[in-house]
């Protein structure tokens, strides 16, 4: 388990809780374990703030007035996009439960959950928010660098990335064999790419399905 | 027998006659017209008696309101208490003179005496006129009869008195007479003890006895005695006594009870019996006279007793002698009575009393239907409290998960807290001001769990209606504290609005919470499936002088028209099928409770979105906020 202690930059837990003394209670205690506290009366609230850094997670209260904690999850605004959440009830309510987690909740727990399981959920939250991130930063880099390739260049590299050699894509696209080798030589190069292998990766950041069967 | 010794021994005499001699020619001492019949009434004693004032009166009565009435005069002989003899002749004489140019056809003679100063030698002094003349049974021997004369012969009253003495008062042995002294008096009342004796009784005749000798006896009589009191006129020692005086002293001396013969005397303080009644005899002479004038009459009519005898008692010594009113013969008056209500005033006596008796009839009905009523209130109340704890269950029951929630809130900051200050005191970074504020956030969730936890109990537990003060504010704000966290849960939000001033009402503090707590409860029902910005209430107060208004207004999709009017029905619900919650008590419990509490609740539709439910309690004295 990481420690918020082994990043640069303190980790900022966004706290959304209506009950004021939850509230104070909470941050104190998160904060005594070194994280940065953000706090909130509502969703609303939450909604209306632009803090600067977009690192941090988002620690909600299921039952707020007004928009709800699920509501808020559903519509997150532009600037927290892909912050990961834990969810706080104080209620054994599986209903929520199932929905939250459906949603990409990291975890639901309840309000009198033991610090340490607290620490534990948030943890991971910021586990998965840096894997996010870099997930999220290879696709750009990759979406950046496809969106440079031809639409012809895009149709070889789809094939090129199910296995086809350059003679089975030439005849699926109905291309010479020579054309394809430019075409590839194009596409490696834009696609900043020793190989073939290289390309498979980037098109799994992509999701850019693969085309054409090798025979 | 005994001659006519009645009070008055009546004799009338009547004489039918042209006018006398010297009328044939008018002469200037005629007076009136000889045409018209003329009548003398004489009687023997003066006018002063009684007796014979009531004679006369019944007479004239009857003579003077005839078709034609004679011509009546009015002559007083007075000869009972002067017993000189020349005066009778004196008088006789005077008399002619005085009528000798006056038409007298018939002379009405009251009294024995009258008739033998009549008859006396050559002394009638109307010699033509017929005579009319009464007398008790039968005359005196030695009276004269004039010839003609009618007499109207009287029954003899006193041995059917006597009877009716007996029959009053049964234990009777001895009759005390008192009797006048004079002469004439003697005459008349001589017989009476016989009578007496005849009658089974013991005479005692006090006739020679001054009136104070008398009535020092009468004091001390025997309890068997009855005393007569024959109207004396003058006692032993020559004292004339005033009428109705003896028997007056006498009454009141006297031991035992008195009677009396003539109902003139009646109201002296005699017990009454069968009397004569002269008033009666006068009106039946004059109707024989007026017969006279108009054709001639036997020589004797008896006349019975109940032509001149009246029955009568007096209340006030039936009273006093102890004599029941059963005992009295039937058809007697009772006089004197004590002013009575009853007798006075019998139809307006039946009047009161039937209204007092309608009304107490009906303040018994309406005290019985009140008693009645207010068992049927008690038994409704007691239902009530019943019914309101079930609800309240239902209720809560529909917020536990909210307010497990809610309990869950300082239980977690308590944790929380704990956890930080451990952690602070583990890595030693903290200040002694941190700690202490941290312990003190601890106390107040600590107390924060209690109070919800003690809202939930009284709200749970079994509860009889109470009546106390209660600041209906605060109730607001506890059950708006307890629907909340329900309320949140469901994301929706409550907000109140109250006025600056506290409305404080008497009443049930736990049952207000429910009326207030089910109208929140449904309309968070109705707000829940909203969208998020019309998911809100408001707990409104408004208030005058005399009422207090709670409303719940919310944003709801309003209510259904065809509930109008019928909403605080029992089993009637506005929630879908779909939900099972809904059983319909709820509003008819809270119409309950606020009517108990002398308010009204109602609903309507917002002119906007939602609906509006609220109720209203007479509030007492404003107090300050």
């Known amino acids: 388990m990481s420690t918020p202690q082994d990043r640069a930059v303190p980790a900022i837990v966004h706290l959304v809780e209506d009950d004021e003394p939850a509230r104070v209670a909470t941050s104190r205690f998160l904060r005594a374990s070194g994280y940065d506290v953000r706090t909130y009366a509502s969703a609303e609230a939450f909604v209306a703030a632009t803090p600067g850094a977009a690192d941090g997670c988002l620690l909600l209260d299921v039952s707020l007035p007004g928009h709800s904690g699920l509501d808020l999850q559903r519509e997150l605004p532009a600037w927290a996009e892909g912050m990961p959440v834990v969810f706080l009830t104080g209620r054994s309510g599986i209903h929520d439960a199932v929905e939250a987690m459906k949603a990409g909740a990291v975890d639901f727990l309840t309000k009198t959950a033991d610090g340490e399981e607290l620490l534990a959920a948030i943890a991971t939250a910021f586990a998965r928010g840096t894997e996010e991130r870099a997930v999220r930063q290879r696709r750009q880099v990759a979406q950046e660098r496809y969106a440079r390739l031809t639409p012809r260049e895009q149709e070889v590299f789809a094939h090129l990335i199910s296995g086809q050699l350059n003679k089975q894509v030439g005849y699926d696209l109905g291309i010479s064999e020579r054309t394809v080798k430019i075409h590839r030589h194009q596409v490696l190069e834009k696609m900043e790419a020793d190989s073939v292998a290289d390309l498979v990766r980037l098109a799994a950041d992509l999701g850019v399905p693969p085309e054409g069967t090798v025979r | 027998m005994i001659r006519t010794l009645l009070t008055a021994s009546v004799t009338v005499l009547l004489l039918t006659t042209a006018v006398h001699g010297q009328g044939a020619s008018p002469t200037p001492e005629a007076l009136h017209d000889a045409s018209q019949p003329g009548v003398v009434f004489v009687a023997s004693e003066d006018t002063a008696q009684p007796w014979v004032a009531l004679f006369t009166e019944g007479f004239r009565e009857v003579v003077l309101q005839a078709g034609e009435a004679p011509a009546v005069s009015f002559e007083y002989l007075d000869l009972l208490r002067f017993e000189v003899p020349e005066t009778a002749d004196e008088l006789r004489q005077w008399l002619r003179t005085k009528y000798r140019s006056t038409r007298v056809d018939v002379v009405v003679a009251i009294g024995e005496e009258c008739l033998r100063f009549l008859g006396a030698d050559g002394g009638n002094p109307w010699p033509d006129a017929a005579v009319i003349y009464v007398e008790a049974g039968s005359l005196s021997s030695g009276v004269p009869v004039l010839p003609g004369s009618t007499g109207l012969l009287l029954e003899d009253a006193f041995p059917e008195a006597l009877e009716v003495v007996k029959r009053v008062l049964p234990g009777t042995r001895q009759v005390v007479l008192v009797a006048g002294n004079a002469a004439i008096e003697e005459a008349r009342f001589g017989g009476f003890g016989d009578k007496v004796r005849r009658a089974g009784l013991e005479p005692l005749v006090l006739s020679s006895l001054g009136l104070a000798d008398v009535l020092d006896k009468v004091a001390g009589l025997p309890p068997d005695t009855a005393i007569y009191v024959l109207s004396p006129i003058v006692d032993g020692t020559g004292r004339v006594l005033p009428p109705r005086r003896p028997c007056e002293l006498i009454s009141k001396a006297a031991n035992v009870p008195t009677f009396v013969l003539g109902h003139h005397d009646f109201g002296c303080g005699a017990v009454g019996g069968l009397m004569r009644d002269w008033h009666m005899a006068g009106r039946l002479i004059g109707r024989h006279t007026l017969a006279r004038l108009d054709h001639a009459l036997p020589a004797v009519i008896d006349v019975p007793i109940r032509d001149y005898t009246t029955m009568a008692f007096d209340s006030r010594q039936l009273t006093r002698w102890g004599i029941s009113e059963t005992r009295l013969p039937e058809g007697s008056e009772v006089r004197f009575r004590p002013p009575s209500l ?33 068992r049927a209130e008690d038994d409704s109340r007691r239902h009530l409290v019943v019914m309101a704890h079930l609800d309240r269950r239902a209720a809560l029951g529909q917020l536990t998960t909210a307010l497990a929630h809610e309990l869950h809130q300082p239980l977690a900051a308590i944790l929380r807290n704990a956890e930080a200050a451990s952690m602070q005191l583990t890595a030693g970074q903290s200040t002694r001001e941190e700690l202490l504020e941290i312990i003190g956030d601890i106390r107040r969730d600590d107390k924060r769990a209690a109070t919800i ?65 089910n109208l929140l409860l449904n309309a968070l029902d109705a707000v829940a499936p909203m969208r998020p910005e019309r998911r809100r209430l408001v707990v409104q107060s408004a208030s005058d002088d005399a009422w207090v208004e709670i409303r719940v207004i919310d944003a709801g999709p309003g209510l259904p028209e065809e509930l109008a009017g019928q909403m605080f029905e029992p089993f009637v619900t506005t929630k879908g099928s779909d939900k099972s919650t809904g059983l319909g008590l709820g509003l008819s419990i809270v119409r309950s409770i606020v009517e108990a509490h002398g308010g009204r609740v109602q609903a309507r539709n917002n002119e906007r979105d939602g609906a509006t439910v609220w109720f209203a309690l007479p509030h007492r004295e404003t107090e300050a906020a």
């Open chain 2, 453 to 517: 936890i003690r809202r939930l109990r009284s709200l749970l537990e079994k509860h009889e209606l109470e009546t106390a003060d209660v600041d209906l504010h605060d109730v607001v704000l506890d059950t708006v504290a307890l629907a909340t966290a329900d309320a949140t849960a469901r994301g929706v939000r409550i907000d109140t609005d109250l006025t600056a001033k506290r409305r404080i009402v008497t009443g049930d503090r736990v049952h207000l919470q429910q009326v207030l707590l």
């Open chain 2, 342 to 374: 009853w007798r006075d005033y019998r139809a307006l006596s039946l009047t009161v009393l039937s209204v007092l008796a309608l009304q107490a009839v009906l303040i018994t009905v309406l005290t019985l239907e009140r008693r009645r009523r207010r």
